[in-house]
């Protein structure tokens, strides 16, 4: 009956430490399964915490984005046979910015960031309100002016709060989703995921609240389709940009870590 010699069983034991050292990083700390099975887990799942250093930016600059292209929407412009608004210019940035704060810091922070935007668009929907009742003082002769153009926002309001809530949440759930089952690889596939959901719902919903019967016929259709079409696309032209953002802020964002529970 063989029986292995010390020295034997003191190379195995080294290798074997030395190896649950380069599978830790920790020197003397052994991984057993379940060590795997969590750093497993926690890699699906990145995020950093809402309390970090530019969450709050990008929440003020997605808010601002939201406001500014809702009254701008007010306005519908034609490009020959392309029909749109005037929110076209800017509303694609608040889905990058979307995906932006979804990737980094989790679908709790941006669902945060949507209510945060849904209580500024009322908020704002209510001072128009306000000033638009309010007498016109002496001189002042831009009230019909006013009126044709912000008379017009509650009801922009309420479709792209509809159409922006649900959105922007289908949105953020897609993308995070997909993360946590593709971990950080494959970026551009969560993105485009889930811009193409939230973005055809938003589309969709906005244009029946906000348009219909307002604008005829084939135009119509026509103008949903294009709306779609072009925030994709837009999504797409951006994605370099996107995946830029999003490295640089995991890169500096210190409290970006390895975290399954996404606790924020």
């Not at 887990?41 to 003020?60: E, K």
């Not at 009742?133 to 009230?143: F, R, T, V």
């Not at 953002?245 to 409290?255: A, D, F, N, Y």
Request: include cysteine.
């Amino acid at each position: 009956m063989s029986q292995k010699s010390p020295e034997a069983e003191s190379g195995r034991s080294a290798s074997e430490s030395e190896r649950s050292e380069a599978e830790s990083g920790q020197p003397g700390r052994a991984v057993d399964s379940a060590d795997t099975d969590t750093t497993s887990a926690a890699r699906f799942a990145a995020f950093a915490s809402s309390r970090g250093r530019y969450y709050a930016v990008f929440l003020a600059v997605f808010c601002a984005v939201l406001i500014i292209s809702n009254i701008s929407a007010t306005k519908v412009i034609g490009f020959g046979p392309i029909v749109t608004d005037g929110g076209a210019f800017l509303f694609p940035i608040a889905y990058i910015l979307g995906d932006v704060i979804s990737e980094v810091y989790g679908f709790k922070a941006a669902r945060k960031a949507v209510i945060t935007g849904f209580g500024l668009q009322i908020l704002a929907t209510f001072v128009f309100w306000l000033v638009l009742i309010s007498p016109p003082g002496p001189g002042y002769e831009n009230q019909e002016a006013f009126a044709a153009v912000l008379g017009f926002y509650p009801r922009i309001v309420a479709a792209s709060l509809v159409g922006y809530f649900v959105g922007q949440l289908l949105n953020s759930w897609v993308l995070v989703a997909v993360k946590k089952r593709m971990g950080e690889s494959k970026l551009w596939v969560r993105l485009l995921t889930s811009t193409g959901v939230g973005e055809f719902v938003d589309t969709l919903l906005f244009c029946v609240i906000a348009f219909a019967g307002v604008i005829p016929g084939l135009d119509f259709l026509n103008y949903i389709i294009v709306g779609f079409v072009y925030k994709v696309a837009v999504e797409i032209i951006f994605l370099p940009v996107t995946y830029r953002v999003i490295k640089l802020v995991k890169r500096h964002e210190p409290s970006y870590e390895l975290d399954p529970a996404d606790a924020h």
